[in-house]
């Protein structure tokens, strides 16, 4: 960073640190109109949420649940999912690679990107399921809020929802005028970020809104020879949504969404020190010699180093109401094609080279037709759903065959390696081919066909004035099509040279057959290498049944006690990289009790629950380690943990608000043998104990002046739980001079000004104030065949200005 933009970010890191003790944020706001200052706070704003697929007042929904605000949102300048996580304690999200990205809840995630398996966090936007993997990441477009539901949600949402759901909710079209808005964000390392909108009111019953987003920057990492940005950003997307009535009782609302990705994979940075050769690195790579990323030289060759998504989808939601109840049909297609390809040993060495490349092409359909209705004495909903999806995967591991010969000396195999010493051998001979520097590609193609039914039902009887119960049961239908392709491996220019080697009668004169030059180096389990260029196919079907049991009590108008018993399950599949091996559900009982509280005349709400909960049959997939060339490995655990969740909001005076959350986890292995045997039961899973987050804020409002609004908000993680097998895993742990899943600590805050009108406004802001900078994850694949580890880190610091209009 130059001297310049480092006494930038340092002014601006005091002064948005500052006030930190003088302001503070609610945790929602009334959403603002386009032709106002800031809302006053003469009280506790009420917020409203649809977690049990009905219009509830968060007080009075017995579930734990965060509510992600759209002021929230703008406060730490969110982009995606992976920008608010750190505000919802228990809420984790592996962003840093938008197209293969991972969700864990209450130390509960899928740990697995195969098409075969579905993740243990369901995302739903508009209460449409977003699917797995590439498609589910998306840029915030026209988000009114954002509902993190903590516990199992498979009777409410379905299938996938083990560990919890996430439901995005965004704006719908106003019929109460044209509207216009923008925004401008301008950041360091040439951050460009702009967000329009144009609402438009076609006539009393209908409106139309549209939407873009266009973000590009050049990243925070550079190769430190060639001078390359390595981590730039650049997508865009665009949302168009139409809402109308026919006549009294029927509503219709469509929207289209579209989004393009174009940019480089992830930045990995290695972190073994390298020798002069003719040395090589020590293989296996030794842990206790790696060097801090921050101070390691960053030079990288990955080949054709891409991250690409293109997304579209439609939703079409029609209400109408029948008097003594209503009926919504939501019927929503996506369709998504990313690509995704990452160096994995971080150096510019050709003989230690190897990426790895994940591409998915996705389309789904979702249809659901659900009624509901009310009486004096009960709330109820019922409704049946369709869920097809047709997906194809490629998951490729690329090398050159110089890296091809450091691992066949490495593993004692040809000391000295193999197609650098022939080609020697043949050019003494006059034979003018050249082995070396060729391209080395292994694929694993897998192909799935999913179909799932459900239907399902939910009913709150008030049993009196105070006392409410509700029983909901969901019975859902899967039906997966799977199949695995694992060809030899493909060097088509390397096999153009051994034929002519062949022809000219070299090998045979060397002694070598062609054969034993093909080989494999990447997909060398025993099935994948019985199997080398068959297709194997597997259908299976599986079937649950997912109750839910509460009691909610109100003591008095503003205070509630409630108890649940609840199932959640990610439903059974396929495991892409091991050929016919396949799991059954994986199921979640969750118990939980707690109370929410609101004391109106402080201006303070709080919510606590203690929760516990059995996770059976959980499937992962590791890569293992200890075996002279790493593969792809399945384990199945049971789980158990308890914790407890608490969250307060507290709007101390007119212009001065606090809000805190926190939440404490104790997850262990109930049952565990990993697959190199070491019995794991009663050890830690790794999730850490303590997590938390705590904003501030205050409004200074000067009348015709317009309004000043300052924000800060702070963020604790703490360190992971070591076990035996996170630490060979190299996901927890210290390594040389690397604390892989250290406590993690964030800062964000924003200073703005609005008009009294609220059409302009202009804010500064700095996330990640206290520049840390974190190991996300290590590239492993060549740790023990080529003795390279490369590291994943999160971004720095980062600030810059905003400007807004808005009419």
């Known amino acids: 960073m130059s001297p310049r933009k480092s006494r930038l970010a340092i002014s601006l890191g005091r002064a948005l640190s500052g006030l930190a003790f003088t302001a503070a944020m609610p945790l929602a706001m009334a959403q603002q109109a386009p032709d106002a200052g800031l809302p006053s706070a003469t009280q506790l704003d009420t917020i409203t949420v649809t977690a049990q697929s009905r219009e509830q007042e968060l007080l009075d929904v017995p579930i734990a649940l965060q509510v992600v605000t759209e002021q929230l949102m703008e406060d730490v300048a969110a982009e995606d999912l992976g920008d608010i996580d750190s505000f919802v304690p228990g809420l984790k999200v592996n962003s840093l690679q938008p197209t293969q990205p991972s969700f864990q809840l209450r130390g509960i995630q899928t740990d697995d990107f195969g098409i075969g398996t579905d993740p243990a966090v369901g995302v739903y936007v508009d209460g449409v399921y977003a699917g797995r993997g590439g498609g589910v990441l998306l840029p915030f477009t026209d988000v009114q809020r954002i509902e993190v539901l903590k516990g199992p949600q498979g009777t409410l949402f379905g299938r996938n929802t083990a560990a919890g759901a996430i439901s995005i909710i965004t704006n719908r079209p106003q019929t109460d005028g044209n509207h216009a808005r923008g925004k401008l964000r301008l950041g360091n390392e040439g951050k460009t970020y702009f967000d329009g909108m144009a609402n438009f009111a076609v006539s009393e019953d209908s409106a139309l809104r549209f939407n873009g987003i266009f973000n590009t920057g050049d990243g925070w990492i550079k190769d430190d020879v060639t001078g390359k940005d390595l981590a730039p950003e650049n997508n865009w997307a665009t949302r168009a949504a139409f809402q109308t009535r026919f006549g009294d009782n029927t509503r219709a609302f469509v929207a289209w969404d579209h989004e393009s990705l174009d940019q480089l994979g992830q930045a990995t940075i290695g972190v073994v020190p390298i020798p002069a050769l003719p040395a090589l690195p020590q293989a296996p790579a030794d842990p206790s010699s790696f060097v801090d990323p921050l101070d390691a030289r960053v030079a990288v060759d990955a080949v054709g180093n891409a991250e690409t998504r293109t997304f579209d989808g439609v939703t079409a939601i029609i209400d109408h109401n029948f008097g003594w109840g209503s009926l919504t049909s939501t019927t929503a297609w996506h369709d998504y094609d990313s690509l995704n390809r990452v160096e994995e040993d971080g150096t510019d060495r050709s003989y230690l080279y190897v990426d790895s490349t994940n591409t998915e092409s996705n389309t789904n359909f979702y249809q659901e037709f659900k009624f509901s209705g009310s009486t004096d004495s009960i709330d109820w909903i019922a409704g049946v759903s369709y869920f097809q999806e047709d997906a194809d995967q490629t998951s490729e591991v690329n090398a050159l065959t110089d890296s091809v010969d450091t691992i066949a000396n490495n593993l004692g195999l040809a000391p000295g390696g193999l197609y650098g010493p022939l080609t020697m051998a043949a050019n003494m001979f006059g034979i003018p081919v050249d082995l ?33 119960l509700t029983f909901g049961l969901r019975y859902t239908r899967d039906e997966k099509d799977f199949t695995w392709f694992n060809d030899l491996r493909s060097a088509p220019e390397l096999d153009a040279q051994l034929a002519l080697l062949d022809r000219v009668g070299f090998l045979d004169a060397a002694g070598i057959p062609l054969e034993m030059l093909v080989f494999d180096i990447a997909f060398i389990d025993p099935p994948a290498v019985m199997n080398k260029g068959v297709l194997n196919r597997a259908k299976k079907s599986w079937d649950d049944w997912s109750p839910r049991f509460v009691v909610d ?54 919510n606590v629950s203690a929760f516990y909960y059995v996770y059976d049959n959980r499937q992962a997939v590791t890569l293992d380690m200890t075996t002279d060339i790493p593969r792809f490995l399945v384990n199945t655990s049971d789980q158990e943990a308890w914790g407890v969740d608490f969250d307060m909001r507290w709007q101390a005076t007119d212009g001065l608000g606090f809000d805190f959350n926190a939440e404490y986890l104790d997850s262990t292995y109930k049952t565990y043998t990993n697959p190199q045997g070491v019995d794991l039961g009663g050890e830690p899973t790794g999730a850490p104990e303590w997590s938390l987050a705590g904003g501030v804020n205050y409004v200074w409002r000067m009348a015709d002046a317009g309004d000043i609004r300052a924000a800060a908000r702070y963020s604790y993680v703490g360190k992971c739980r070591e076990n035996d097998e996170s630490v060979s895993q190299l996901a927890c742990g210290r390594f040389g001079r690397i604390d892989a899943g250290e406590a993690q600590e ?36 060549g740790m023990t065949v080529l003795g390279a580890v490369g590291a994943r880190m999160t971004e720095p610091r980062t600030y810059g200005v905003e400007l807004t209009a808005n009419f």
Do not use: C
């Not at 008095?556 to 559900?585: H, P, R, V, W």
């Not at 609220?758 to 700095?766: E, F, I, R």
């Open 553 to 606: 009590y109100h003591f008095t108008d503003d205070m509630m006690g409630f108890a649940s018993l609840a199932k959640g399950y990610k439903a059974g599949g396929f495991n892409a990289l091991q050929i016919g091996s396949e799991f059954e559900n994986e199921d979640v009982w969750n118990f939980e009790t707690g109370f929410k509280h609101e004391l109106p005349d402080y201006r303070l709400a709080y």
């Open 746 to 781: 964030l800062l964000d805050a924003r200073i703005g000004w609005t008009s009294a009108t609220g059409h302009w406004g202009v804010a500064v802001y700095g996330n990640n104030l206290l520049d840390n900078q974190y190991v996300n994850s290590f590239g492993t694949y």
């Open 436 to 468: 070396t520097g060729l391209p080395w590609n292994e694929k694993f193609v897998n192909t799935l066909d999913t179909k799932a039914y459900a239907a399902f039902g939910d009913v709150i009887w008030h049993a009196s004035d105070k006392l409410n």
